[in-house]
């Protein structure tokens, strides 16, 4: 991930170290749930913690994809 989101190794809120990377899709438009097409919805992945539901970071599919695509060694 980028530096910022693996340094995180505890909660700030309550010092807990159980955390958990989840996604989540988020519409992007005003379109109703039902008429939405994938040019209305994204991708977000979010470092939360375990104890107390603090949200630590989020970053973009696109960008954990650009990510991970940096960090391909061609074989």
């Given at each position: ?50 104890e ?9 599919a ?14």
């Amino acid at each position: 991930m980028n530096i910022q989101a693996s340094s995180i190794v505890e909660c700030k809120e309550c010092g807990s170290t159980h955390l958990t990377w989840q996604t989540s899709i988020i519409n992007r438009s005003n379109v109703q749930q039902g008429r939405l097409n994938t040019s209305d919805v994204a991708c977000l992945f979010f470092l939360g913690c375990d104890e107390c539901s603090e949200t630590l970071q989020t970053i973009s599919a696109d960008k954990v994809a650009n990510l991970m695509n940096a960090a391909l060694v061609p074989a």
